[in-house]
């Protein structure tokens, strides 16, 4: 199974984008599945995470902005992105872990770039 991101793009400031994460086949026994984001220079963080009881997590710099869904019948994961702001330009990994030794399947990444 594969993780294709994709929805990245330029954007201006305040602007909205959804990123989406599409698994290329099912996983099964997710615990849970998130977005990360590395600026350039800078490690790669944890922006958002949804367990699979239906749980969310958000960075305090995007709470209240981010919104982390899934579609299962769809195996995709999103990420909607509101009142963007020029530090939220970075390349965006979803990753998905799964099973009893928590396994990690990430994506490939794709750029979001805020700017005037």
């Known amino acids: 199974v594969q993780l294709q991101a994709s929805g990245g793009g330029f954007v201006p400031p305040g602007g909205s984008l959804r990123l989406s994460c599409a698994a290329s086949?099912?996983?099964?026994?997710?615990?849970?599945m998130r977005w990360y984001r590395q600026a350039p220079g800078n490690q790669r963080a944890l922006v958002a995470s949804?367990?699979?009881?239906?749980?969310?997590n958000y960075s305090d710099s995007v709470k209240g902005r981010f919104t982390i869904s899934r579609d299962d019948a769809k195996n995709t994961l999103y990420l909607q992105m509101n009142s963007l702001k020029s530090e939220d330009t970075a390349v965006y990994y979803c990753n998905f872990n799964w099973g009893p030794r928590q396994s990690d399947l990430w994506g490939q990444g794709t750029l979001v770039t805020v700017s005037s």
């Open positions: 086949g099912s996983i099964f026994d997710i615990n849970s």
């Open positions: 949804l367990t699979s009881g239906g749980i969310t």
